[in-house]
């Protein structure tokens, strides 16, 4: 099970008791909020794509979404998300839950800036009703990120 994975790779930091697991849904940013009790833009979504062969995650903020020409200039492509399959065979968590967590070999983690403006936020945990607070620093450090990037643009309306 995917909240497992991530469970057993938080543990090797010992925070493994600080994940939430819901007893609602949290697979949306909108849901995710209700059931935390917090603005949607903290919700630190985790956006799946295919560069060349490989799979990259992209944690962002809940109120904003790839911004395609940001997106061509940081990775050299045309922004090509992972369909619901390829997120689970390369990522190793389903759509709902994806997080930068116990995530297959090979893929990469990128942080977008936008998620600077918070002093916590709230990545989901491999499941689609899990969660777990974490500061910006132990965000960067427990997501084994590559570089923090700029690809997104905030939301109309």
Known sequence: ?????????????????RMQELPVSSAT???????LG?????????????????????????DVKIDNSKYKKQF????????????????GHAIGGVCPFGVKEGVKVYLDESLKRFETVFPACGSGNSAIEMTIPELEKYSGFECWVDVCKLMEG
Request: include cysteine.
């Open 38 to 62: 917090c603005a949607p833009q903290r919700i630190a979504k985790t956006l799946s794509f295919l560069v060349g062969e490989g799979a990259i995650l992209i944690v962002a903020a809940g």
């Open 76 to 91: 050299g492509a045309k922004a090509k998300m992972l369909s619901p399959e390829q997120v689970t065979e390369l990522i």
């Open 29 to 35: 940013v909108a849901l995710a909020a209700e059931a």
């Open 1 to 17: 099970m995917s909240i497992e994975r991530a469970r057993n790779y938080l543990k090797q930091f010992g925070i493994e008791d």
